[in-house]
Structures are given as C-alpha cells and as structure tokens.
C-alpha cells in the first residue's frame, strides 16, 4: 500500500479525487441569509469547513479522535454557555526543573514555562487526534522550544517534547545547539501555529525569538545570518521524555540526564533555500493564518509584519523543493497584531487588528492585492476593544455551521461578523451573543500582563464548539458552545494504533508487536490492515488485531492501521512512531499484572484496578503510567503500581509505560478488554421484583448493646461503625440462582449517600449473624463475635476480600467485585453469611449508605448484581463412611472423616467437610479422608460433606451426629 504513503505526504493517490472546498462552496453566497436577527441558518453543506479539518474525501478516510467525553460535557452544557474542561493543570506536565533551559549554566535558576501561553502566543488543533498542540516562548519572555498538548480524548495536559538547550554564538546569540535545522528556536506565535491534516503536520510561522526578538534566522557559509523557515512537526513521534530534536541537544544546566534521546520531531521546510525565487516576508511578527484544502493538498494563507500576505502549499510532505509560496496580497491600511482566519463562501482572508477590520479577495490574488478595510454594522469599536491593541487583542475563527466569525477577547462576552451575500464592503454585521452568567472564563486570561488572545480561540468542527485557552500556570481550556449546536456523531470506528506509542524506545533486535483497537462498538468492522513507513505490513480479521515486525533495527518506525466495516468504509489511524535506538542506559521492564484479558462485565460505577509490575535493571523506577487506548489515566510513583480504573462499555486496550529516574520510559503488553452489559445480568434489591431476601445492620461500637437492623442506613467509621450486609442468592436460600451455578461476575453495590473519601473493599463474613440481634459484641442474642465489631480477622471476616475500591468526596455508588466469594458459596465451600464493608484510607469521618429499609427511594438501596450460567450435567453424589453416627470425642482426640463420592458425567474434584456448617477442611483425591484435632463443638454435632464436580456441580451427603468435645469453660 505505498500508494497511501503518497497520499497523505503530499502526492494524490490515482482515483482519489479531493475537492477545494472553497471553491466549490463559493456559489452559496447568494443564499445566504444577513440579517443580525435571522442569520443562524443551521448546518451548511459539508463543502464548508474551518481551519484543520480532516480531508473526509479521502479513502481511506482519516479516522476522528473519540471525543466522547467532551462531547458528553458539551451535552450538558447551555446553548451559548462556557465550561471548564481541562482535568489537570498545565504547570502540571512542566518540563522537569533539570532538563529546562537557562541561560547560566554556572548556577541560575532556569525559567519555568509560565509564559508559554500568555507571550504573544496562539494554538493549534490536531483534529487527527483530538489534541490542542501550543508551542511558544521566545523573545524575552521564554527561551524552551518544548511542546505540550491538551488532549480532547482524556481532558488532560501533557507534555509532546523536551526543550532543546541554546547557546550563545560570538556571532549571534541564542541558537538551539543541534541547529536551525533541526528544531526551531523559542518564539512567538501570535496566530500562525496551524494543524495541517493532509500530511499531518504541526505549522509554525514564529515571530520574536528568544533573545534579539528576531525571526528563524540561520548562519550561511560567510558567517552572516538569513531568514528560514517556516517549521513542521510531526505529532506522531510526541514524547514528553525526548527532546524535540537530535539526541544530546537537550538542556543540561543540572545534570548530564545521558538517557535522553532525541525525536527528530522538527523539521525545517526553509523557503529561502528550497525556493530561492520566493518572495518571503523578513519577518512573521503580528502573524495570522488561515487554512483550506485544494486539490487534496493543505494550503495556508499567512499574513506576515510589512503587510505580506502568502499562500503557501505542500505538494509533497517528503520535499520541500516541491513547496508553493505566493505572493497574494499587500496591506494598504491596518497593521499590527490581530487573527485571522479564511471565509470559503467568499473565498477572502479576513483579518482583524487594532482599529480596523479588513479582507483580501483572492480571486483577484497577487502583490497588488490589497486589503479592503470595511465597518460592520453593530457595536462600535469603542464598545467591543479590549487592552492595549483594541480589536487587535481578540481572536477571531470561522463557524462554517452558521457562516460567520466568532470573536472573543477574554471573559464571557462573544461577537459574531456576518459576511453580506456577495464580496462587498457593505452589508457586514457584528452583534454580540447572548450569554449565560457563569461560569465563564476571566477577562485577563490569568496572565501577569495581557498581550491579547490572537491564536488561542479556534472553532473544532469535531465538537461544533469554539475552544479557548487562557491562565499562565492553570492552562484553563474552555469551551464555548453556539446557539443550535449539533451534537457529533459518525459511523466512524475511531481506530488507533495502542502499542507501540512513540514514548520510550526499543532496542535493535527486539520484536515491536503492534497493536490497534477501535472504541466505537457500533462499528463493524471487518479487518484491519496494518501499515509499516506506508506500506503494509498485514492484514487481521478479527480481534485482537495484532501483528509483530521481528528483530526491528535502529532507526524510527511509523505504523498506522485502517480499519474496514461491513459497509466498505476504511478509516485510517494517526500515524505512530516508535524509536529503535541504542543507548547508555538499560530501559525498565514493566508488565500488565491486571486486569486479564478478555470480557469484562458492564455494571453503572464498577471500578475495577489495573496493576502493573514494574523493575529496573540499573536504577529505579520513577513512575507507571496507565494508559487507555493511547489516551493516560494516570501515574503511580511507588509501588504497588496499580490505580482504580472506573469501566468504560467497548473494547479497550490497556497498558502500562514504566520511566526510570534517567527518564526512559518503557511499555507493558497490551490488555484486550471487551466491556459490555451482559443480557443475564440478575439485580437482587429488596423490594424490586419481587425480591425480599436482604439483611443488613450497623455494628455501633458506641453503643456495643444497641441492634440497628431496623435502620434506614448503613454507617461506616473506622473503630466506630462497622455495615453487615447478606441477599438469599441461591435457590435453598430462596434465590433466584441454582445451587452449583456458575458466578461469572458479582458486584456488591452500595449506595454512599454521605460525603468524604474512602477506600473500602467487602469481606466475606465466617460467621452467621442475625439482623434483629447483631450488635458490636454479639453475632445474635447470646452468640459473641470473636472480637467486638466482628473485628477478628480469619475468624469473623475472611482476610481476603474484593479489590479495595476508592471513593470520592461526592455521594455515588460503590461497586465491589465479590464474584470469587460468590462462586466459592455456590459451589458449597464457603457459607453464605454476607459481607462485613472494611474500611481502608481516606477521611477518618463518619458515612453512610443506604440500607435495605430505606423507603424514600428503593432503587438506591443495596443490590447484589449477578452473571450467572446454570450448569446442566448431572451433580455428583457423596456419603460420609466415618466416624459412624454417635461417635463420641475427648479433649485432645483427632476425628477422622472419610467420604465416598462418585460423578455420573465427570469427575469428582474435591470433597469439603463440614461441622455445624463450619468448614473443617477439603481432599481433592480418593479416597476422601481428612484428620485433625477433634473442634470443641459439643453434643450433637452434625458433620457433612460436599462434593464438587468438575463442572462445579456439588452435592452434600446425609448428616451424621457425634458428640463433639465441649469448648473450654462449658459445663
């Protein structure tokens, strides 16, 4: 398939046709509607796009990142409304303090990255995969050409490279140390970084770089300096632990950090040298872009300082000699800082700076085209300019859903530009849109000085939302939703490659098993066909879609995947890339411990925990991070590694990336997890469906005589509260499920109605309480527990329960695992006494749960959620042979037991016995004895056994009575 390869890097595949979008829309322009009030027309045709939108013409079509949790935000979210979405904090994935740049190596302090985001700085939107991608800096404000990312699939920050360090030349100050042409300086923005999907590149212009304020300047033979540029980066090779460029070029102002290699993530497309007859602006300070696609190739209109205005098309991402560059329009009036953006209708870049709103018409492009300034009707400037640029501090992006601009300035406040009908002067229209109160974001974006919003407010067709950024040190990203929002849906399978990501690297002889999962489960999907550097490597019929390239040698590796449904739809992966590389420093191992592959059950708030083991042959292990289909979870700095992961319905890939305190980073197999709801799913709740067979209690060690059987809650403390809870499961209890069943899943559910966090797991109780007598000292009226609250560990509760589970602050339900527990009382090995609820860390104050009394809402009350699957061989059958019937026991004797036991379709796997339902012991072969001390039980005593098959049918033999020896002080 090397035809794809061509395809996506710039040279069209034959048959492949991709329409230009604007021209093939500018003949709506008479249609549409302008006036202020009625203008909001719902959906244009698909013709119309904004900036960075994938090329859906394509076959195979680039598959959507699954913004499924954005989206849901979104759904519940007014019309006209902000929201807060990021889940951490920028300043949380900052650089480490040792790896960041300074200009003193002989002990300064090196700058931290705050001023990222407020210096002069725009974004960009990777719409192959969901991410805001901000680079920046540069000037006097930071000198870290690092890259961070917001990921629309998790919500979270985190970091794509590590700075590369800079020097100071005799010459010329401040150059990267690995050069111009392997990664850029630190620079500003404005509102030229741009997403380019065809060939799936990152797009930056710059502006002021770090030090002298000057453009991407690069050192020729004679030892004098010219401009260069512009900048790709390539997302797939994103490694927070590299640095963005060649190996050794990261900064090393603390410590030599030898287990950093480069990415080579950057790449230099220089104009001036690929193109020497292009008429390339000196400088890109007060930069604006715009975007669109013709004949199937990305094309950017860039406004640059002296009032240039380009066009600039990548032919073929793999030559840079192939690169257009045009000269296309000139400024006659309205320089200075300001966003700009492109309108398909029209087929104008429009742009706005201080004082003055302005188009070029690029029908009649070329350097005589100047801008045409124009006064929409509406709100004067006066009443709309913010901060020290006026009109020139907002940013600006085209809604192709309703055919207009969106400005934004900071706060809440919006305005909407109107184009007229047909390329005019007159006829354009700005209100301001009516909002909602709160929350919304602050008016000063959180900078400690305001240099305006410029590139950091793009339109995101993949959510029909306008998306914000704003706080030096929060990285808040809010999204603003539009009157008459769509809500997103596809048929799209949203396929990735999980294994290998481009974190950490492999060593040369080692295998790369590659790996790709779909989440949307409505897809059907027929094969997938891997792609190794754009040719394929295999094709998988059917799940788990795997393949493996054998003894890889050094060098990087892009692999992609493109998943086919029933329908003949492909949808193609984002590219990912894994680095083999040799190195000084011997990578960690890490493993997934847990889950185990294969289905999971789907139950509302089931948590369940993913584990990992993790070592280091010549360090230590810094942390485990866990990943869901590519997308974090989280981190775990000290093991036991292992986090609480709260399941998602679909099928999932799971796995676990290990870094060691040299900063290497390697990555666990891969867990294949089929989540779904099972159809014989069976919910025992009291008083729902006709089910009435749960206990509960509180144990009060307040009040240790007190019974709270009777109550409406369950009460939890630790040394003050202990909650009890039993459901009749099986058919001899008055159950729906058969004795000998087969438990596929259990899940207690508790409902905590109180505040305060805390982890508790569920212990199976060892003795039997009643629930009108319980108390913190007695079991039931006269019975004790063997210590108070039912406290002692192996006698009254099991020492092995569920997986502890972790809750939050809020109310919510609490799922515990319990389906070995289940199983085991199924199958006869452990009696059915319910749970005691143990609680682990969290806040030390009191919560409650509701009970099986509770009255003001049944459906919050405990339930026992079963999967189960009757067995239909026939059980076995079992007769105890000794001791005989009355055999009587002394203080020191031992009892020996013996059973015969036969299955008619199997085979007999073990035979438990048992005392007064208390279980003595098991033999898993005949002939079936067992010998111990004789338990102090007393007179009539009655001893059973219970055989399992191994189907795990059980059947129980005749009882027979002994006389047991008295326990000590009975008389």
């Not at 009443?383 to 940013?395: A, K, N, P, Q, R």
């Not at 009777?710 to 630790?718: F, G, I, Y």
């Amino acid at each position: 398939m090397v035809y794809f390869h061509r395809f996506f890097h710039g040279e069209p595949r034959k048959g492949i046709m991709v329409r230009n979008k604007a021209k093939s829309a500018a003949g709506l322009c008479g249609q549409m509607l302008t006036g202020v009030a009625g203008v909001m027309m719902g959906l244009l045709p698909a013709l119309l796009h904004a900036d960075s939108e994938l090329p859906l013409d394509a076959n195979p079509r680039p598959s959507e990142p699954d913004l499924e949790e954005l989206i849901s935000i979104l759904r519940a979210t007014p019309e006209t409304g902000w929201v807060r979405v990021n889940a951490n904090d920028f300043e949380d994935v900052w650089t480490p303090e040792g790896l960041l740049v300074s200009v003193d190596k002989d002990g300064s302090i090196p700058w931290d990255p705050r001023n990222i985001i407020p210096a002069w700085s725009g974004f960009a939107w990777d719409s192959r995969r969901g991410d805001l991608i901000l680079y920046g800096g540069g000037h006097a404000n930071y000198g870290g050409n690092e890259v961070y990312r917001w990921r629309g699939t998790t919500l979270s920050w985190e970091r794509m490279s590590l700075p590369s360090d800079i020097t100071s030349l005799e010459s010329y100050p401040w150059l990267t140390v690995d050069g111009p042409d392997a990664s850029p300086k630190a620079s500003h923005t404005y509102d030229n970084n741009i997403y380019l999907p065809v060939v799936d590149r990152f797009l930056t212009f710059g502006g002021p770089n770090f030090g002298l304020g000057h453009a991407y300047e690069k050192e020729e033979p004679d030892g004098t300096f010219r401009v260069t540029g512009p900048y790709l980066l390539d997302p797939a090779r994103a490694d927070g632990n590299k640095v963005g460029g060649m190996t050794g070029s990261h900064s090393q102002w603390a410590n030599p950090f030898l287990g950093v290699i480069g990415a080579e993530m950057w790449e230099n497309r220089d104009v001036p040298q690929n193109m020497p007859e292009a008429d390339f602006p000196r400088h890109f300070i007060d930069g604006s872009t715009g975007y669109t696609q013709e004949d199937g190739k990305d094309v950017v209109f860039v406004h640059a300082a002296y009032g240039v205005l380009s066009k600039y098309t990548i032919n073929n991402v793999d030559d840079p000699a192939q690169d257009s560059w045009e000269h296309i329009g000139s400024n006659d009036t309205g320089w200075g800082q300001g966003a700009g953006a492109y309108l398909p209708t029209h087929d104008l870049f429009v742009r706005i700076s201080p004082g003055l709103f302005s188009y070029w018409d690029l029908s009649t492009a070329g350097p005589a085209n100047f801008n045409v300034a124009f006064v929409p009707s509406g709100p004067s400037l006066d009443d709309i300019s913010t901060g020290d640029y006026g009109l020139g501090d907002y940013g600006m992006d085209y809604d192709p859903s309703r055919n207009r601009f969106l400005l934004w300035g900071g706060g809440g406040d919006v305005y909407a530009l109107y184009p007229p009908p047909t390329v005019s002067p007159d006829g354009w229209e700005i209100e301001k849109l009516d909002g909602v109160v709160a929350p919304t974001p602050d008016s000063d974006l959180g900078a400690e000085w305001f240099t305006g919003v410029l590139g950091k407010w793009k339109y995101i067709a993949q959510i029909d939302a306008f998306v914000a950024l704003q706080d030096q040190f929060s990285g808040n990203i809010w999204a603003y939703k539009p009157e008459n929002w769509a809500e997103p849906g596809s048929d799209d399978p949203h396929v990735t490659i999980v294994d290998p990501v481009s974190k950490g690297f492999i060593i040369p002889g080692d295998d790369i098993v590659v790996t790709a999962a779909t989440s949307n489960s409505a897809s059907n999907i027929t094969q997938v066909e891997f792609l190794l550097n754009g040719s394929t490597l295999d094709v998988v019929i059917e799940p788990p879609y795997t393949t493996t390239v054998n003894a890889v040698t050094q060098g990087f590796y892009t692999f992609e995947a493109i998943a086919t449904d029933s329908n003949g739809n492909a949808f193609i992966s984002p590219r990912v890339s894994a680095t083999v590389a040799d190195h000084v420093n011997n990578p960690p191992s890490v493993s997934m411990s847990a889950p185990l592959e294969g289905a999971v059950a789907y139950v509302d708030g089931r948590i369940i925990s993913l584990s990992a083991e993790a070592s280091d042959s010549d360090g230590t292990i810094a942390q485990v991070e866990f990943f869901l289909d590519g997308g974090s979870l989280g981190v775990v700095t000290a093991a036991p590694y292992s986090m609480p992961w709260t399941v998602q319905q679909g099928n999932h890939m799971i796995t676990a990336a290990a870094t060691d305190d040299t900063g290497i980073t390697a990555f666990s197999n891969a867990i294949a997890l089929n989540v779904t709801t099972p159809e014989n799913l069976v919910v025992l709740q009291q008083g729902l469906g006709g089910y009435s067979g749960t206990t509960d209690t509180s144990l009060e060690n307040f009040a240790g005589s007190q019974f709270h059987g009777d109550r409406q809650w369950l009460r939890s403390q630790e040394g003050g509260f202990n909650p009890l809870v039993r459901f009749a499961i099986f058919s001899n209890e008055g159950g729906p499920v058969p004795e000998g069943a087969t438990i596929t899943f259990a899940g207690l559910a508790l409902y905590k109605s109180s505040t305060y966090d805390q982890a508790y797991s569920a212990h199976p109780l060892l003795v039997d309480w009643d629930q009108s007598e319980a108390t913190w000292l007695e079991s039931a009226e006269g019975m004790f527990w063997n210590e108070p609250g039912a406290g002692g560990i192996g006698s009254d509760y099991a020492a092995s329960g569920s997986v502890e589970v972790h809750m939050d602050w809020n109310p919510g339900w609490l799922v515990l695992e319990v389906t070995d527990a289940v199983q085991s009382m199924s199958l006869g090995s452990q009696s059915n006494n319910g749970w005691q609820l143990i609680a682990g860390t969290g806040n030390p104050n009191q919560k409650s749960f509701r009970s099986s009394e509770f009255n003001a809402k049944p459906t919050l009350r405990p339930k026992l959620i079963l999967q189960f699957t009757e067995n239909t061989n026939l059980p076995p059958s079992v007769a105890l042979t000794a001791p005989n019937e009355g055999t009587s026991y002394l203080a020191g004797d031992t009892i020996t037991l013996s059973a015969d036991a036969i299955d008619p379709d199997g085979s007999v796997t073990q035979v438990n016995f048992f005392y007064d339902s208390k279980w003595l012991g098991a033999d898993s072969t005949a002939p079936y004895t067992l010998t111990k001390d004789a338990p102090a039980g007393g007179a009539n005593a009655l001893l059973t056994a219970v055989a399992i098959d191994n189907a795990y049918a059980s059947a129980t033999s005749e009882s027979v009575t002994v006389n047991l020896p008295r326990p000590a002080g009975c008389y």
